[in-house]
């Protein structure tokens, strides 16, 4: 029965451990290796609340024993119990300095603390006393990834692959750290190999979809981000990044789909919401897109790509001094964004309203971002706007030479030739915007410019 409570494993072990505490055969106060014996059976079984309390039967007879110490600390940790472990690892490390795991154990309920530079010490002395453990390498780098030093992270993840190569954990964390620094490619190259080595693994291919929407790869990121949702259907975040892989390949219908069951399952998602809002703006459908854009902004008031999604759709509805209200409250989030920039520029001079501030705008978004075609446009609708009509057709060329396809550009030339009593170069240009845009004169009448 002793053998079979030492050697057994699982359920036989807990079975033959439970006799022998239950046989009075032995006094109460010489039991206490049966009940570290099954509280390792229990673990092993992942029965951690048995295993603590069987743990703490044992250290009631034996109190300073640094390895029951080390296996109670590591049940409450499974317990999401990390100050429990802390306290146990400290009285383990008081017993036996030297002991490895205590150290490891202590470092990730630090972690889970988010107490990332005592996480880091443990971690630390833990390869003082074995150096080269490359779990331990790994559990720091996941330690440094947690705590967004992702450059640290990747220095970590390098040295433990290189001891174990096919490390499906350590090649999936290095993929993450290189994709939060934008470096979506050798991301990409992880999640690949990740995938050779665990090909059911649904969170490579998830990870490996938002990487492609980075790379304005959409359609591997739908095939990627399909995978992961035949695994996990109520993932509501993941239902949005493949909406929005659709969006940008004009599958609307598809991404509505998608956006209707993330909100379906998280119906608060206001990422979701803004989403379906900016779809329902390409559908036309303005009143449901500026219902889902005000409940977004509603839960998150700050958000610029939502405030921006509305402004663009006020521009769309004609409601102009809407539009650059959200835009000015995108520059004070995001003071030295040209985008944020341009966009206020071009509604104040949509708008008609603060010229010599839009020109401000469009002056300084070119600053921080000199080849913007549509910066360029926007200052040339300013200036036609301002009656300096032959910097509005210098600057409309300049966003041509950038994008010859410029609708906008193309035709507020035409208009600013026109003043100037270039009749046919005035309907050279505005015939060549209406075949790229047959919309763009009504576009712009919508402004009060016209022929």
């Not at 790994?138 to 040295?159: M, N, P, S």
């Not at 959200?326 to 985008?339: E, G």
């Not at 950038?402 to 026109?418: E, M």
């Not at 050279?428 to 402004?447: C, N």
Request: glycine residues 6%; hydrophobic residues 40%; proline residues 4%.
């Amino acid at each position: 029965m002793i053998d079979q409570c030492v050697h057994q494993q699982g359920k036989p072990g807990v079975d033959a451990c439970t006799l022998i505490i239950q046989s009075g055969l032995f006094p109460s106060n010489q039991l206490d290796w049966a009940y570290f014996d099954r509280g390792l059976h229990f673990s092993g079984l992942s029965d951690y609340g048995s295993a603590a309390s069987d743990f703490t039967e044992g250290l009631k007879i034996t109190p300073h024993d640094s390895i029951a110490l080390y296996c109670r600390g590591y049940a409450l940790y499974r317990l999401e119990n990390p100050t429990g472990a802390i306290s146990d690892a400290n009285a383990a490390i008081a017993i036996d300095p030297k002991n490895v795991q205590s150290f490891v154990l202590r470092g990730k309920a630090f972690r889970k603390l988010g107490l990332y530079d005592q996480a880091l010490k443990d971690f630390d002395q833990a390869l003082i006393l074995h150096d080269g453990d490359e779990e331990v390498i790994e559990e720091r780098g996941v330690t440094q990834y947690e705590k967004k030093d992702y450059h640290a992270a990747i220095t970590d993840f390098d040295l433990a692959l290189k001891a174990m190569p096919d490390d499906v954990a350590a090649l999936e964390f290095r993929g993450n750290a290189y994709r939060r620094l934008g470096d979506d490619k050798h991301a990409i190259q992880d999640y690949d190999e990740t995938i050779k080595l665990a090909p059911d693994y649904a969170f490579a291919y998830g990870n490996r979809g938002i990487a492609h929407i980075n790379l304005k790869e959409y359609q591997a990121a739908v095939d990627d981000l399909t995978r992961y949702l035949t695994a996990y259907p109520q993932s509501s975040p993941m239902l949005v990044d493949r909406a929005m892989a659709y969006k940008r390949l004009g599958k609307l219908d598809a991404a509505l789909r998608d956006l209707n069951d993330a909100l379906n399952i998280a119906p608060h998602d206001s990422i979701a919401l803004a989403e379906r809002g900016a779809v329902l703006t390409k559908m036309s459908r303005y009143s449901e897109a500026l219902n889902d854009l005000d409940v977004s902004l509603q839960l998150k008031s700050d958000d610029p790509f939502t405030l921006q999604a509305r402004a663009l759709l006020h521009l769309q509805m004609g409601q102009f001094d809407s539009a650059l209200k959200d835009f000015d409250s995108i520059v004070r989030l995001k003071p030295l964004d040209p985008v944020a920039l341009n966009n206020r520029c071009w509604a104040r001079a949509v708008e008609n309203v603060d010229l010599q501030l839009a020109l401000a705008d469009c002056d300084k978004s070119l600053t921080l971002r000199p080849q913007s075609s549509y910066t360029l446009g926007s200052r040339g609708f300013t200036n036609f706007r301002l009656g300096k009509f032959q910097d509005a057709i210098t600057d409309s060329s300049s966003a041509l030479s950038l994008d010859p396809k410029s609708a906008t550009a193309l035709y507020v030339r035409g208009l600013a030739k026109k003043k100037l009593g270039d009749e046919a170069g005035a309907a050279m240009d505005i015939k060549a915007g209406l075949s790229i845009d047959p919309t763009i004169e009504k576009q712009f009448a919508q402004y009060g410019v016209s022929e």
